[in-house]
């Protein structure tokens, strides 16, 4: 069943696209004997993994059998401490078959300390395009990426405490492959797919496990996405309805570092930092032109957000006019840290050296063979074919916070955590969005201090509504930049920590 956002909302219709599924792509199928033997085998498989744990009527008068793929990882991730236990492969989405597979990759890894009843925290990619592999290779697993494709032991992994479930999404990152989607509303219905399947396999999470999203960059479109679909499939749920056999998720809280939510608070504000921030970026002559081309740039996106359904055309050229304002020649500053400079060809190149070290560790053979890949199956860091649909349809260009309204108001938290030093993403554009957002929050927000951090080492900013960690809650961290988890790795842990925890940040 599609899930559609209701067509009563005229405000909804301006953010999540309406249509059937798209299909961009579809990879070559394998005709071998051994390929439809194995698919036999896995398929029984997961229906004897589910049979052994079903623990309702409800539940098991409606499974399906659904194709997974799945390994415990051994040798490729050193740990710190313990045995560094984890799981990795694919699942099917709804429509996958061998002729016409449609398959999430993940890598599950298992908290160090009462992984059974450790809070998950699932963790994707931006882009729209990039592998969700590279947060936990980048800072957030129990081992990071070194150089020459090794890796080694992460003194910061959000594992001690916590399930982390990475995910390659949409299909068409990283090491999901198949029939492809071009916007982030359908990606967010197949990542609630992945979701039910997921916890089959792991049924024993999914009875009082929280459950936290986390995204940064492009990731501030899917998360309140992913959040949404989740939440309306509880609340049918909750009714007697939603989807056949689905189960409730304990969607609790969501985390957020430099994201973009909102079309027309990035651009506004993207000329501020590149322009009359505190490092010369554009000169005078590239800031009068683009000054310029601003007002078309913000009046187109108003024209799309006024369309009464979802116009891919007037979005995918609100596209073009506001991402020109990025084109301009900023002598070697490195947007996504502007503390650094760097010119290179590569789309790596000035990018921190873990992002090439992490696509090398994915290439090799002996760590394919270790996660359950295919040893033809290429890994893809950043899909320009994922981008390019997405541009297609216009999804670059929406107010996705507008998605966060209802969740604040049904008590789900809200963390946004931000690297300073960000022109790429920067802080003003992303706090422009925020208090923007019509929650019962938002009044104590917009009045709220930004109080120092606890400790003087730390260079960053608090400001928290509601009890414990907060409901709506907003760090500013000075020393990093769009990649602030591996900017301030140690910071960043503890703010994970207090946040889930939902404990003061004292």
């Excluded at 009359?276 to 310029?292: D, F, K, L, R």
């Excluded at 999804?395 to 690297?419: C, F, K, N, W």
């Amino acid at each position: 069943m599609m899930l559609a956002a209701p067509k009563s909302k005229q405000k909804e219709a301006s953010i999540l696209p309406h249509q059937a599924p798209f299909i961009a792509s579809q990879t070559p199928p394998s005709s071998t004997r051994t390929s439809r033997l194995l698919l036999g085998c896995v398929l029984t498989l997961a229906f004897l993994c589910w049979n052994r744990s079903r623990t309702s009527n409800a539940w098991s008068a409606t499974l399906q059998p659904f194709y997974a793929h799945v390994k415990t990882v051994e040798d490729i991730c050193p740990v710190v401490d313990g045995p560094g236990i984890s799981h990795s492969g694919h699942i099917g989405l709804k429509g996958d078959s061998e002729d016409s597979p449609k398959r999430l990759f993940f890598w599950y890894f298992e908290a160090e300390q009462d992984a059974a009843n450790a809070p998950i925290i699932m963790t994707i990619g931006g882009g729209p395009g990039t592998s969700g592999m590279m947060n936990p290779m980048m800072a957030q697993g129990p081992c990071l990426s070194a150089e020459n494709g090794t890796t080694k032991p992460n003194p910061n992994r959000w594992t001690e405490h916590y399930n982390l479930l990475a995910l390659d999404h949409p299909v068409g990152v990283g090491f999901s492959y198949g029939r492809m989607v071009n916007n982030s509303r359908d990606a967010a219905i197949d990542t609630y797919d992945f979701l039910q399947k997921f916890f089959r396999l792991y049924p024993h999470l999914s009875k009082q496990n929280k459950f936290v999203l986390s995204g940064g960059s492009y990731g501030g479109t899917y998360v309140p996405h992913i959040a949404t679909v989740i939440h309306e499939q509880n609340l049918a749920l909750a009714a007697g309805a939603g989807q056949p056999g689905a189960r409730h998720i304990n969607l609790e809280s969501l985390m957020l570092s430099n994201p973009l939510s909102d079309a027309t608070s990035h651009f506004t504000w993207f000329l501020q930092t590149t322009c009359h921030g505190p490092v010369e970026m554009y000169n005078a002559s590239t800031c009068s032109h683009m000054y310029e081309r601003l007002p078309a740039c913000l009046d187109s996106i108003r024209i799309a957000e006024q369309s009464p359904e979802w116009n891919p055309e007037l979005r995918k050229k609100s596209h073009e006019l506001c991402w020109y304002l990025r084109s301009g020649d900023m002598h070697g500053v490195v947007g996504e840290d502007y503390r650094k400079k760097c010119v290179s060809d590569d789309p790596l190149g000035c990018l921190p050296p873990d992002f090439g070290w992490a696509s090398a560790f994915f290439h090799r053979s002996d760590v394919k063979t270790a996660l359950g890949v295919d040893a033809h199956r290429n890994f893809i860091h950043l899909s320009e074919q994922v981008f390019n649909e997405f541009y297609s349809y216009g999804d670059t260009m929406q107010s996705a916070y507008l998605l966060y309204e209802p969740l604040l108001r049904s008590g789900i938290r809200l963390l946004h955590y931000v690297g300073s030093k960000d022109a790429n993403c920067n802080y003003h554009g992303i706090m422009s969005f925020l208090k923007l957002i019509k929650s019962p929050f938002q009044e104590e927000f917009l009045r709220a201090p930004d109080v120092p951090w606890p400790t003087a080492a730390e260079e960053a900013t608090v400001r928290v509504v509601g009890e414990g960690a907060g409901n709506m809650t907003w760090i500013l961290i000075d020393g990093g930049g769009h990649f602030i988890a591996h900017d301030q790795p140690k910071l960043v842990k503890s703010i994970v920590e207090h946040w889930v925890e939902n404990v003061p940040f004292d």
